[in-house]
């Protein structure tokens, strides 16, 4: 049985993918998997405990030409160094990378020894490291025809962004937030809130409190819940989180989320077949966010506004909430993007091509 080294890093929607395309692996047989990356990071703290695991050292790249990333030798040597002495400690027949800047030395030293690459891109824009590592990839994975245009066509396969294995809709209880026979409307911002969307949903706070036919749940950011609640004060068809552990629950059983255009956040919405408000975060690199976003409201799956556009997000929700037919449209072109099987897909890809 072949024995795979993953790298990945930075942000969760680096890592989740990976981890879901180890799983789908892992399902098939493939018992020897190792992953590399950063000490004391996000990547060790989601992985080293389930995986073996192996610390190397990365430094951010820039955008625009590569020669620009040049500009620390030492560092990028001395990570190269470090990804080489990985890569020949464990040995593996295959490397599967899924970009950020934390994954090119591994990418870099395996392609200069001459062990098959597979590289995974999650946004519809593709990133520096991904690129960059293209011409020692064998299989390039992306999500879109859009992404699909940074890269070679002849390697690239178009699928799903693959998501943590998600559960059936009747393995959910809904939340008791959630009333039966109301509207439900979740907003999601991540662990740490997202303040744009924050910003436009307490300006319209009256209006939304005067709706007795919907109930919120507006996952507000750990950090913000105290500040938002003592502004806002007590609205009885609206629940402030701070965080939420069972979001899968809120999701299946949401007519519409709210939500910002991470790779990884949108994949699990399109995998619930759900319509959406996204607000791409608009400092996100290359402004990848919103190039995510426009590829599904290309689709019908969703509406777009951005932090800057005057605040029109809770008119959205009521032109969506109250047409059962936009909403079953938008659905639809949801669950026609999304792939819940993508990381076995991509598994399989794999496995059959270093099977030949």
């Known amino acids: 049985m072949k024995k795979f080294l993953f790298v990945c890093g ?42 073996p695991y192996e610390y190397i050292t990365a430094e951010p790249l ?30 593996p027949d295959v490397v599967v990378a899924t970009g950020g800047y934390v994954s090119l030395p591994i990418v870099l030293a395996a392609g200069s020894l001459g062990i098959p690459v597979y590289l995974q891109e999650q946004n519809a824009v593709a990133g520096v490291a991904n690129k960059v590592g293209a011409r020692y990839a064998k299989t390039i994975f992306v999500t879109s025809e859009e992404a699909a245009h940074g890269f070679p066509i002849e390697k690239t396969r178009v699928f799903g962004n693959p998501v943590r294995k998600l559960p059936q809709a009747d393995e959910l209880k809904r939340p ?9 409307v979740f907003i999601v911002g991540g662990s740490q809130g997202a303040a744009g969307i924050n910003a436009k949903i307490e300006e319209s706070i009256k209006t939304i409190a005067a709706r007795n036919d919907v109930n919120v749940v507006w996952q507000v950011g750990v950090k913000n819940v105290e500040s938002i609640s003592s502004r806002v004060g007590d609205v009885p068809n ?7 552990n ?24 399109l995998a619930f077949g759900k ?44 032109s969506l909430l109250f047409d059962s037919e936009k909403l079953n449209k938008m659905a639809i072109a949801a669950k026609g993007l999304g792939m819940p099987d ?15």
């Open 10 to 51: 930075g942000t969760g929607g680096h890592i989740f993918p990976a981890v879901a395309i180890a799983e789908s692996l892992k399902k098939m047989g493939v018992t020897d998997i190792t992953f590399a990356g950063r000490k004391d990071s996000m990547e060790e703290r989601l992985v080293a405990s389930n995986w």
């Open 342 to 356: 993508a990381a076995d897909q991509i598994a399989r890809v794999i496995m059959e091509k270093e099977n030949a």
């Open 238 to 244: 609206v629940a402030i989180r701070g965080f939420l």
């Open 246 to 269: 069972d979001i899968y629950a809120y999701m299946n059983y949401a007519d519409l989320i709210i939500s910002r255009a991470g790779a990884s956040a949108l994949a699990e919405i």
């Open 275 to 318: 319509p959406s408000i996204l607000l791409p975060y608009p400092h996100a690199t290359a402004n990848h966010q919103e190039h995510n976003a426009r590829v599904v409201e290309k689709a019908g799956a969703c509406l777009v506004e951005l932090d800057g556009d005057p605040n029109d997000l809770w008119n959205k929700v009521e």
């Open 62 to 91: 820039h955008r625009g030409p590569f020669l620009k990333n040049l500009a620390l030798p030492f560092k990028l040597s001395k990570s190269l160094v470090r990804a080489k002495s990985v890569v020949k400690k464990v040995n």
């Open 176 to 184: 008791v937030e959630f009333a039966e026979g109301k509207k439900a």
